[in-house]
T-cell receptor
């Protein structure tokens, strides 16, 4: 069984569009995250949700918004996509301050 | 605030040779330390972690790391690498108390040549 899953795996879209990426974890973890990995492999944490409460929110544009319908899901909505949003987005989960379990990633390409 | 420095962006090595990937961190509080591996086009996978106890930590795939508090280091080692170890390796640190808000290093690309 997949521990952390993301859909879609690939997402190609045009500038100005709005898109969503879904994430689900079946590990029973209490915290979920979104990361952005750029072309140089640098990982930037974007959001973290603990028990449905946003606990960190890095300085990302407000075009990005996380939404957590329940403890097992954390979706990422992106409005008015820009070229610079092209990257790989990873969802992850953890139990408290233990290690993170990462999803396979969503490669977003904005044209 | 905490930070992580991976001293080498790229480490080329021949198959069956030993390798060390270096990681230094800074933090004003106690930390947990992690090494992750990312194979091409995949997500990150935990290699090993230091939470407490023995400073020598063994992980998957024959890797190990040693926590050195005085030198604030957590270097990753493997005595004999394989072609399949070619990947990106990330060191990460988080506060030992409170929520998991990790800081990642910029990654080290391990390239194993035949």
């Amino acid at each position: 069984d997949t521990a952390v899953s993301q859909t879609p795996k690939y997402l190609v879209t045009q500038m100005g569009n709005d898109k969503s990426i879904k994430c689900e974890q079946n590990l029973g973890h209490d915290t979920m995250y979104w990361y952005k990995q750029d072309s140089k492999k640098f990982l930037k944490i974007m959001f973290s949700y603990n028990n449905k409460e946003l606990i960190i929110n890095e300085t990302v544009p407000n075009r990005f918004s996380p939404k957590s319908p329940d403890k097992a899901h954390l979706n990422l909505h992106i409005n008015s996509l820009e070229l610079g949003d092209s990257a790989v987005y990873f969802c992850a989960s953890s139990q408290g301050n233990r290690e993170g379990h990462f999803g396979p990633g969503t490669r977003l390409t904005v044209t | 605030a905490q930070s992580v420095t991976q001293l080498d962006s790229q480490v080329p090595v021949f198959e069956e040779a030993p390798v060390e990937l270096r990681c230094n961190y800074s933090s004003s509080v106690s930390v947990y330390l992690f090494w992750y591996v990312q194979y091409p086009n995949q997500g990150l996978q935990l290699l090993l972690k230091y939470l407490s106890g023995s400073t020598l930590v063994k992980g998957i795939n024959g890797f190990e790391a040693e926590f050195n508090k005085s030198q604030t280091s957590f270097h990753l080692r493997k005595p004999s690498v394989h072609i399949s170890d070619t990947a990106e390796y990330f060191c990460a640190v988080t506060r030992s108390g409170g929520s998991y808000i990790p800081t990642f290093g910029r990654g080290t690309s391990l390239i194993v040549h035949p």
